[in-house]
């Protein structure tokens, strides 16, 4: 069966440090993935997708920034944190099958001091 | 442009009495709707898909419908633990992108 990992859980870090986000899926092949961000009480905001190794469409321009160094990870990175990056980050996959069903991971929580 | 509109926003219902919760969506040809349940904290769970208009999925006590402009979950005799948010999600047709919207917080009351 498939999962998908995401690490750290919880993150607190000042504002203008770096930041390293890591999504892993186990047990499926080339799938697509995404990074949203979710605000408190706020639905899912779309930031990266990807479709394949190296490739990575972006959503929003800010001081995000997405890559996909192997078929099944994906990482979200800042160079620079601000107050505004804080929120629940989510990795999510999709299946090829047809059905584009799409399934998230556990999530972590970014809170910018 | 595409978009996702839930409500209500937030709904309280005792324990046993069943409701209806609203998704109603404008997209460029529908390839999908999608419905989550998301627990505080957590990321949000897949519950169903739909594909096209009069199609209807079941899962122990909820039911999902859908039209040409909307989605319906409904949520038969409710207990404690279905209290979550609620997402629903729409795929355009020719996209890899999933719209979402903001979601309905469901609190049931024993």
Same mark, same amino acid.
């Given at each position: 069966?498939? #999962?998908i990992?995401?690490?750290?859980?919880? !993150?607190?870090?000042?504002?203008?440090?770096?930041?390293?986000?890591e999504c892993?899926?186990?047990? #499926?092949?080339?799938?697509? @993935?995404?990074?949203?961000?979710?605000?408190?009480?706020?639905? !899912?905001? @779309?930031?990266?997708?990807s479709?394949g190794?190296?490739q990575?469409?972006?959503?929003?321009?800010?001081? !995000?920034?997405?890559s996909?160094?192997?078929?099944r990870?994906?990482?979200?990175s800042?160079?620079? @944190?601000?107050?505004?990056d804080?929120?629940?980050? @989510?990795?999510?996959?999709?299946?090829?099958?047809?059905?584009?069903?799409?399934?998230?991971?556990?999530g #972590?929580?970014? #809170?910018? !001091? | 442009?595409?978009?996702?509109?839930?409500?209500?926003e937030? *709904?309280?219902?005792?324990?046993?009495?069943?409701? /209806?919760?609203?998704? /109603?969506y &404008?997209?460029?040809? *529908?390839?999908?709707?999608f419905? +989550?349940?998301?627990?505080?904290?957590?990321?949000p769970?897949? =519950?169903?898909? =739909?594909?096209? $208009?009069?199609?209807?999925?079941?899962?122990?006590?909820?039911? %999902?419908?859908?039209?040409?402009?909307?989605s319906?979950?409904?949520?038969? $005799?409710?207990?404690?633990?279905?209290?979550?948010? +609620? *997402?629903?999600?729409v795929?355009? %047709?020719?996209?890899?992108?999933?719209?979402?919207? &903001?979601?309905?917080?469901?609190?049931v009351?024993?």
């Amino acid at each position: 069966s498939q #999962t998908i990992h995401q690490w750290p859980a919880t !993150l607190v870090q000042p504002v203008g440090s770096p930041l390293s986000l890591e999504c892993t899926v186990e047990g #499926t092949s080339n799938p697509n @993935l995404y990074w949203y961000r979710q605000a408190a009480g706020r639905g !899912l905001q @779309l930031l990266f997708y990807s479709v394949g190794i190296g490739q990575i469409s972006s959503e929003v321009p800010q001081n !995000l920034s997405a890559s996909r160094p192997q078929d099944r990870q994906f990482i979200l990175s800042s160079k620079k @944190l601000l107050l505004s990056d804080s929120g629940f980050y @989510l990795c999510a996959w999709t299946t090829l099958d047809g059905n584009n069903e799409q399934f998230f991971g556990p999530g #972590t929580r970014l #809170t910018v !001091l | 442009e595409d978009q996702v509109t839930q409500s209500p926003e937030a *709904l309280r219902l005792q324990e046993g009495e069943s409701s /209806s919760l609203n998704c /109603s969506y &404008t997209v460029s040809g *529908l390839r999908g709707l999608f419905w +989550y349940r998301q627990d505080p904290g957590k990321g949000p769970e897949f =519950l169903f898909t =739909l594909y096209s $208009a009069g199609e209807e999925k079941e899962k122990e006590r909820l039911k %999902a419908t859908l039209t040409k402009k909307e989605s319906f979950l409904h949520i038969t $005799a409710p207990k404690p633990e279905d209290s979550a948010t +609620y *997402l629903c999600a729409v795929q355009a %047709a020719g996209t890899y992108k999933y719209i979402f919207g &903001t979601g309905t917080r469901l609190k049931v009351l024993a």
